[in-house]
């Protein structure tokens, strides 16, 4: 499941949230989080758009690593640009589902769960999602799930109903 979105927009949340669920039912989940992913893997990469191809690709390579052992593999990255998730779907194949956490800027700035867009808005982080850097909203998403509307809750079952329904074949 390929999630996109804006900083703030709750792809941790919704991500963490569906682990557990998962989880607990007995599946095995893995999640690629942006921010572990870019103190981990990524840590060598910055955010011009060539770290943005190559960070996007790493994360697509590891999907397709765990995915291939029956993982279901999340990407919980801002996923900004067009070219980077059909990059990612044509690694990944049908199987991925792109998940559009469809949130406004100004929820995201309102939210500032992380103090980065208060700081991107003062020029102290260059090239910020959003703000100075552009987020291209997904052409074709699978899903979009109305995270700065709907409650947590709403979201998560939203988009366990779709798993169920369109991934796993089996009744929510
Ligand atoms: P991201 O990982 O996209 O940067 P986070 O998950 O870290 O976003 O932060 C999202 C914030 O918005 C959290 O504080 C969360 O509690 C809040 N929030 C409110 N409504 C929602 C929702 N429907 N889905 C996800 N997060 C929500």
């Given at each position: 499941m390929?999630?996109?979105?804006?900083?703030g927009?709750?792809?941790?949340t919704?991500?963490?949230?569906?682990?557990?669920?998962?989880?607990?039912?007995?599946?095995?989940?893995?999640?690629?989080?942006?921010?572990?992913?870019r103190?981990?893997?990524?840590?060598?990469?910055?955010?011009?758009?060539?770290?943005?191809?190559?960070n996007?690709?790493?994360?697509?390579?590891?999907?397709?690593?765990?995915?291939?052992?029956g993982?279901?593999?999340?990407?919980?990255?801002i996923?900004?640009?067009?070219?980077?998730?059909?990059?990612?779907?044509?690694?990944?194949?049908?199987?991925m589902k792109?998940?559009y956490?469809d949130?406004?800027?100004?929820?995201?700035?309102?939210?500032?769960?992380?103090?980065?867009?208060?700081k991107?808005?003062?020029?102290?982080?260059?090239?910020?999602?959003?703000?100075?850097?552009?987020f291209?909203?997904?052409?074709?998403?699978?899903?979009?799930?109305?995270?700065?509307?709907?409650?947590?809750?709403?979201?998560?079952?939203?988009?366990?109903?779709?798993?169920?329904?369109?991934?796993?074949?089996?009744?929510?």
């Amino acid at each position: 499941m390929w999630f996109c979105g804006l900083s703030g927009s709750g792809k941790t949340t919704i991500s963490m949230a569906l682990q557990q669920q998962l989880v607990q039912e007995g599946y095995e989940v893995v999640v690629f989080d942006g921010d572990v992913v870019r103190k981990g893997i990524s840590k060598d990469l910055g955010f011009s758009p060539e770290d943005r191809t190559e960070n996007i690709f790493r994360v697509a390579q590891a999907c397709k690593n765990v995915s291939q052992r029956g993982v279901l593999a999340i990407s919980a990255t801002i996923s900004p640009y067009e070219s980077h998730r059909v990059m990612a779907g044509e690694m990944l194949g049908d199987t991925m589902k792109c998940i559009y956490l469809d949130a406004s800027l100004q929820v995201c700035q309102d939210r500032d769960v992380k103090g980065l867009y208060a700081k991107a808005m003062a020029g102290e982080i260059t090239n910020f999602t959003g703000v100075s850097d552009i987020f291209e909203p997904p052409q074709h998403p699978d899903l979009v799930l109305h995270t700065g509307q709907d409650s947590v809750e709403v979201c998560v079952r939203k988009l366990y109903q779709f798993l169920c329904r369109d991934v796993l074949g089996t009744t929510p």
